[in-house]
């Protein structure tokens, strides 16, 4: 691992369902007991305001009751000691990455600790419940929703993820489905650039044959084994 400087390591539902929260969509097709085109959607939003709210707010209560495991701590680890650059790019909208040390971190699908206006596109941290009509102390406008990416949204810092993809050394996939776009395309896409590619996850993802090697099993085992080797 000598010549690997600049990594890219994504992570997925799979990391935090280790400590204890729901994986996003699970084989019932059901997030939470939700449809999720029922909570995740603009759609929904604007058919049950109170439902989606609802939903997040007992989402965001719920990081309350749990904290970072051993893969989190492992990753904030990596992100404290590594020399070269380093992108936690994850899919999750909890903050255990955080709690647990990590600083490099993006999350490309929003945050349950955030709050985003509508009408003026603020951002805001937000740690209580959320109302319909909850006003932004931004323009003023009762407007804010919970800051997560819904289907037929963009991403968040797509760029910065592609130039990330395209200069890293090493790309590492954690505890993914490998179905979600665009998520799902970052390791053709590090590939395509000459990176090496690693999978660590519980079962074969739908992407597994295009990563250089796979390794099964728990992200609490997996992550610190694979963080021990890269920092020696």
Not at 121 to 128: C, E, L, R, S, T
Not at 140 to 154: K, N, Q, S, T, Y
Not at 180 to 194: I, M
């Amino acid at each position: 691992m000598e010549d690997i400087r600049n990594i890219v390591v994504l992570t997925g539902a799979g990391i935090s369902a280790e400590s204890g929260l729901a994986t996003f969509r699970g084989p019932d097709g059901l997030w939470e007991g939700h449809h999720v085109e029922d909570v995740c959607t603009p759609e929904a939003l604007a058919r049950d305001p109170v439902l989606v709210h609802r939903f997040y707010d007992e989402r965001r209560a719920k990081l309350s009751t749990v904290t970072p495991n051993a893969a989190h701590e492992a990753l904030a680890a990596l992100d404290a000691a590594w020399p070269g650059e380093l992108l936690i790019v994850t899919q999750n909208v909890d903050d255990l990455h955080e709690r647990a040390g990590a600083k490099r971190v993006l999350h490309m699908h929003g945050e349950l600790l955030s709050a985003l206006c509508a009408a003026c596109g603020k951002a805001v941290p937000w740690q209580d419940a959320m109302p319909p009509g909850s006003v932004c102390d931004g323009c003023a406008a009762p407007a804010l929703r919970p800051d997560i990416v819904f289907f037929g949204e963009m991403p968040y810092e797509m760029e910065r993820i592609d130039r990330a993809l395209a200069k890293c050394d090493l790309f590492v996939s954690v505890g993914t489905s490998g179905a979600v776009y665009p998520a799902a395309g970052f390791v053709q896409s590090a590939r395509y650039h000459g990176a090496r590619t690693l999978e660590l996850n519980l079962d074969p993802s739908a992407g597994s044959i295009y990563f250089d090697e796979t390794r099964l099993g728990r992200a609490g085992d997996l992550v610190p084994q694979w963080v021990g080797e890269m920092l020696g």
